[in-house]
Structures are given as C-alpha cells and as structure tokens.
C-alpha cells in the first residue's frame, strides 16, 4: 500500500519567514495534489500536479514535483498570518488514479 | 456554482443504531468519493463510484459499512450496529474522473461529524 508521509507534522514560523513543507511517497506515483484545511473546514485544492517536475505556484505558495525521488515540496515565502492552516498533500495511486493516499497533514502557524 | 453538500452535519447516535449519511456531489461529476478523517489525521479512503457502479471498496473497515449511489448522483454510506469506535468526521468529495483531460481532482464536502455515545 502506498505511504505518504509529511514533514513537519507542525511548523511555527514568524511573518516574512520563508520554509518548505515535505511529503513523502513509497511507491512510484506522478500524481500530486496539496490541499489546505482551515479549523472546523473542509479541504480546499490548491495545486494539482501531474508530471516530474511540474511546478505550480499561487502568491507565496509554490507546489514542485519530483517522481524520480517520490518527493513534493510547497514552498511558502515571506509568510503571512493567513497562511496558518494544515496543510496535505495526497497522491494519486499509479493503477487507479481516483484512489488518493493522504499525508498526516503539516499544522503551520504563521505568527505576526 | 454549488459545491459537494453533505447531510447531516452533525450525528450523534447510540452505539447500536443504524446511520445513514448523505453526499450530494458537484453537479456532472462523475466519481464520487467517501473518506474518514480521524483528529489530527488526513483523510482515509473508504470507497468510491463512478457513475452508479461501486469500483473500489477495499477501504470500509467492515461489513457494517456500506455505500450505494443508486442513480449515479447523491450517495448515502451507511453504518449499521454503530460502535464508539466509528466515531469520526466522514466527508465525501467528487471529481470529473473519467471525463477527457481531467485531473482527477478531488472537491470535497463539509462532512458529517459523527459521534457515537
């Protein structure tokens, strides 16, 4: 079965600061989506990624692939307090595309 | 345009008793999606649909789970002789899988947070 894992599973950061979020997966999949979830929410889509390499960004949120390493990033730069959400990033399995692996999710608060 | 509604919102039941929870997806969207969220966890995938047809169940924990989409459009996932332990938010999402040139990104509802007492 396939494992996505995520790092860090908590980020406190200050506003202006620039980091980087990480998921993991095990098996070979070119299938990426991240997602945001604000308290009490549902998950909203930020990026759908689809191919090695394929890099997509939204203001300071910037979503990359790499297959070869089984690895996503999400860059966030100069954050701000609006950002504060959990973070995840699932991967769609490379035999059926409409089944998703889920991350454990990265808390981030951004504080002023 | 409207987004993946679900219903109940909120369920609270005594362990015994049957539930049936609703998803009522995007509008044209072919596949339909249930998934449980633990707290502090990432969505699990319990089953999904495309069209009527039930393609892939191998994520309901048991045979008290069960999930039907009759006419290709709302679902219910029903649990029957509830237990504590079933005690979760279930959300359903939806996406044009399937259809040429799609994603398969997944839209997701607000849930139905489930209590079992």
């Known amino acids: 079965e396939l494992k996505v894992e995520q790092n860090p599973l908590f980020l406190s950061m200050q506003e202006g600061k620039n980091y980087t979020i990480y998921c993991n997966y095990s098996?070979?999949?070119?299938?990426l989506y991240w997602y945001r979830q604000d308290p009490g929410k549902s998950l909203e889509s930020l990026f759908v990624?689809?191919?090695?390499?394929a890099v997509k960004q939204e203001g300071r949120l910037m979503a990359s692939l790499d297959t070869k390493a089984r690895l996503s990033t999400l860059h966030i730069t100069a954050a701000v307090h609006d950002l504060s959400a959990t973070y995840f990033c699932?991967?769609?399995?490379?035999?059926?595309?409409?089944?998703?692996?889920f991350g454990s999710g990265t808390k981030l608060n951004v504080k002023p | 345009g409207a987004g993946v509604s679900q219903s109940p919102r909120y369920k609270v039941t005594k362990r015994g008793q049957d539930v049936a929870l609703r998803c009522d997806p995007i509008?044209?969207?072919?596949?339909l999606y249930w998934y449980r969220q633990a707290l502090g966890q990432g969505p699990e995938f319990l089953t999904y649909?495309?069209?009527?047809?039930?393609?892939?169940k191998s994520g309901l924990p048991n045979d008290r789970f069960s999930a039907e989409r009759p006419e290709g459009s709302i679902s219910t996932l029903t649990i029957q002789r509830t237990e504590q332990r079933d005690s979760a938010m279930y959300r359903c999402?939806?996406?044009?899988?399937?259809?040429?040139?799609?994603?398969?990104?997944?839209?997701f509802g607000p849930g139905t947070r489930l209590t079992v007492t």
């Open positions: 999402a939806s996406s044009l899988a399937g259809r040429a040139g799609s994603s398969y990104e997944q839209y």
């Open positions: 098996t070979t999949s070119d299938r």
């Open positions: 990624l689809l191919s090695n390499g």
């Open positions: 699932a991967v769609g399995a490379r035999y059926n595309f409409n089944k998703f692996y």
């Open positions: 509008s044209g969207h072919v596949s």
């Open positions: 649909f495309n069209y009527e047809a039930q393609q892939d």
